[in-house]
């Protein structure tokens, strides 16, 4: 395998996406790609990852096979668009199966990412080489990587994906999708793999189905072939249709010869689909579920207005997550919708020395307040969550320095009172403004006339739940929201993290 590194031609500028480098939005960890049976496969591959870049910004990398040359790989700091356009780059990896992967990493390793990090990782077995790209977080890395190394495994990088290929190095199965089998097994947590052997595209979901993986169709004469996607926006951008979700607890082995095979390892359980994935990771343009993301999200807008309603003269979105749901509460409350803030779509790096002064612009930077409409108005705030608050503050300021009356805040998703151990980077619980203060002491920490959230059971019916949340049998995966983890985080609880009683 030949793998042809080079140092980013920058260091990765996070200000283009937290402004105050303070951890206050939350982040998904990563989206997974893969393409068999299309002509220069990798180039597929590198659309569907650009489709995907709002999952992960920090990293990307792509592996792909040619019966020639076999496999080769490229791995990069930054977004798609400045490393996998490049015909230079993309000429090394020809063949018609490639996967890939973008990268953002976990609470506290910001910034500090080696190369050696960025999948997809790959393996050389004794029946061939494989690679893997894991959107997740494995509950029980640290354990499952003390005892590896134990017992002779050398591990390249701290990432808890390794796992997989060491176990599945370990496995006694005579063919790969085998010997993924049998280390999946091991593992505990969220999993969405997209995995590729010489001759096999491979897609699996951990039982509980936490993580998104789509199937795809490409097909025409010169690009038939089958796609993995995280999502199904990613499949929009390449032109491939939408065939069906992967199952929870299913794995699908694709061959260009034999198409499509299914196979369910896993013992069956009760899907826990995460359901912040409908609140803010995934594009509003994709489905889940069978079900637009941007009408769940406008529908969370109208759950709003009847559970918080208050007198105002304009909704505004906080750009862009807040967009829709913000439609959803003006369309319910017979408010009129504004643009109150812009997002400056142009930045990226910035421009002048990040001094402490220009440090301390933080979202000004990024937003702006549009004064003409703001100006003497009670104004309803509508983001998609509330995470440390410290953005919020800053947004509140600028509405208040544009001469607002008032200022509402009302959020599209419960209080997020407790971290994620699924594969979201989510700060530590004592960070987290919810886990520490009441609704009314966190609007008088913001500083604003009120502050509402949506329910859980409120949230629950804008994704199509009529009667709720079911309160014994969740049908969503929220423990961000209500502390109950469908999977123990056993690593964490070793750490000493403190689980919520059981009521």
Not at 44 to 60: K, P, S, T
Not at 94 to 117: E, M, W
Request: one cysteine or more; glycine letters at 10%; aromatic letters at 8%.
């Amino acid at each position: 395998m030949t793998d042809r590194l080079m140092p980013p031609s920058h260091p990765f500028d996070f200000d283009a996406i937290d402004p105050d480098g303070d951890g206050d939005t939350l982040h998904e960890e990563c989206g997974i790609f893969g393409v068999i049976g299309a002509a220069d496969a990798a180039n597929f591959v590198a659309l569907g990852l650009h489709a995907l870049q709002h999952r992960g910004q920090e990293a990307g990398g792509i592996v792909a096979h040619h019966p020639e040359t076999g496999f080769n790989s490229a791995r990069r700091f930054g977004y798609v668009r400045d490393n996998f356009t490049k015909q230079s780059l993309m000429e090394t990896l020809p063949g018609p199966l490639a996967i890939g992967h973008v990268r953002y990493s976990t609470a506290g390793s910001k910034g500090q990412t080696a190369i050696r990090d960025v999948q997809p990782f790959f393996g050389e077995f004794s029946m061939g080489g494989a690679a893997i790209a894991h959107n997740g977080n494995i509950t029980n890395a640290d354990s499952l990587r003390r005892e590896l190394i134990e017992r002779g495994s050398i591990f390249q990088s701290s990432s808890d994906s390794e796992c997989i290929i060491h176990l599945m190095a370990r496995s006694l199965q005579r063919d790969i999708p085998a010997r993924m089998e049998d280390a999946l097994r091991r593992v505990e947590g969220a999993f969405s793999v997209v995995a590729m052997t010489r001759t096999k595209l491979i897609g699996v979901r951990d039982p509980l189905g936490v993580r998104p993986l789509v199937l795809g169709k490409l097909g025409g004469e010169d690009h038939g072939g089958w796609v993995l996607s995280s999502e199904t926006c990613a499949l929009d951008i390449i032109g491939a249709e939408y065939v069906r979700e992967i199952e929870p607890g299913e794995m699908v082995v694709i061959t260009a010869e034999h198409g499509v095979q299914s196979h369910h390892p896993f013992r069956p359980a009760r899907p826990r689909f995460c359901i912040f994935e409908h609140v803010y990771f995934s594009r509003p343009d994709s489905i889940i579920g069978g079900r637009s993301v941007y009408e769940t999200r406008r529908q969370i807008g109208v759950e709003l207005a009847k559970e918080a309603p208050v007198e105002a003269d304009l909704v505004c979105p906080v750009p862009d997550s807040g967009t829709p749901a913000a439609i959803g509460f003006s369309q319910e409350s017979g408010i009129p919708y504004a643009m109150g803030i812009v997002r400056n779509q142009y930045m990226g790096r910035t421009f002048i020395e990040p001094t402490e002064q220009i440090r301390n612009m933080g979202v000004r930077l990024k937003l702006n307040v549009n004064r003409a409409l703001i100006e003497g108005k009670r104004v309803i705030l509508v983001d998609d969550s509330v995470v440390r608050g410290t953005t919020s503050r800053k947004i509140k300021e600028m509405i208040l320095d544009a001469g607002a009356a008032e200022v509402h805040f009302r959020i599209a998703s419960p209080p997020t009172a407790w971290p994620c151990f699924y594969g979201v980077d989510t700060p530590n619980r004592e960070k987290l403004l919810a886990a520490t203060m009441s609704e009314d002491e966190m609007r008088d920490h913001l500083g604003v006339d009120s502050l509402r959230f949506i329910s859980l059971d409120g949230l629950y019916r804008a994704v199509g739940e009529a009667k709720g949340r079911n309160a014994t049998q969740p049908q969503y995966c929220d423990a961000c929201f209500s502390g109950e983890y469908p999977v123990v985080p056993a690593d964490m609880i070793e750490k000493g993290f403190q689980m919520k009683a059981a009521e």
